[in-house]
Structures are given as C-alpha cells and as structure tokens.
C-alpha cells in the first residue's frame, strides 16, 4: 500500500510550536498546567508540547501520561499521577490524531470526574470522522479522508513524520 507524506519533521515542528503558544494564550493566568498525553503516541506529543511550553512560558508544566484500552474502552481509565496531583488545575488531553473521537471522548470522561479548573483537547491530526461529539481546541492540521485510508504519525529520534496510506 502506498504512503502518502501528511506532515515532515520540520512542519511537525512548526505545529507543536503554534499549539503550544495557544495552550499557553488559553492558561495564562495559571501558574501550572498539566499536559495529559494518551499513551503512547498522544503522550509522545504531549511530551513535545510541553516542552515547548516550557521554552515560552513562565507556566509550570506537569506531564500526566493517560492509559486507555482502545479495544475496550469502557475498562478503567488509569494515570500516571494521582487525581489529587490534577485536581483543581487546568488540564489538556492530547493525542496524535482524533479519527473517531472514541478515545479522546472517554479520555475527557475521565477527567470530567475530578473537578478541574479548565480542560482542552488538543491533537496533531483531526481527521474529521468523527462517532462522537468531541472536538479538538488546538489542532496541527485538519484533514478529510476516506474512512479507508490510515493516517499514522511515527516519532522517530532521526525526524518524525505523518503519513496517509
């Protein structure tokens, strides 16, 4: 099957970049933030965010790695931190792309029971097929496929990339 180049290293980049002034515009007036990333390529993206984030802002970022079964997701949702280490705090789940919206939806199910100052969803890639209501507040690229087309994002020490196959 062939492979269709979406996004290269450097356009990868600019996007974390762009993402990361417009979480920091949204939370400004906070001094913390956590960044909750859907393992384990939403966590990856989280991890480029934040640090990004960190490079322009004053904000203290606090990673917060998201374990959802995607065969089955009404098993317990679980994180690496405890729920008071984000109670009361300004939240963003992110993930690499958003095709269905299933797990992002029950991602914010999780986080919708624990009282949070502010939550937002941000993804790399939103592919526009979506099951659920959810959408993306920050977002690298919006893309329309066909629902048999693949779209996958590889982070890779040499460069990363998205492609469509």
């Known amino acids: 099957m ?6 290269n290293n450097q356009e990868i980049k600019h996007k974390i970049t762009r993402i990361a002034y417009q979480i920091y515009e949204t939370f400004v007036d906070e001094e913390e933030i956590v960044i909750s990333g859907i393992a384990s390529n939403g966590f990856v993206f989280a991890k480029k965010i934040a640090a990004e984030l960190e490079k ?3 904000l203290k970022v606090v990673l917060c790695e998201v374990y959802i079964n995607k065969q089955n997701v009404n098993a317990p949702i679980t994180t690496s931190l405890s729920i008071d280490q984000y109670k009361n705090k ?4 992110v993930d690499d792309v958003l095709n269905s919206g299933t797990t992002l939806i029950y991602g914010v ?3 919708l029971e624990v009282p949070l100052k502010k ?3 941000a993804v790399l890639i939103d592919r526009n097929h979506k099951k659920y209501p959810v959408k993306a507040d920050f977002k690298g690229i ?3 496929t066909s629902l048999l087309e ?3 994002v590889v982070f890779e020490e040499k460069g990363d990339y998205a492609y469509l196959s």
């Open 150 to 152: 693949h779209v996958q």
């Open 2 to 7: 062939s492979q269709n180049m979406i996004l």
């Open 142 to 144: 919006s893309l329309s």
């Open 56 to 58: 322009i802002s004053t």
């Open 109 to 111: 199910k999780h986080f």
């Open 119 to 121: 939550l937002k969803t």
């Open 90 to 93: 300004g939240l963003v789940l």
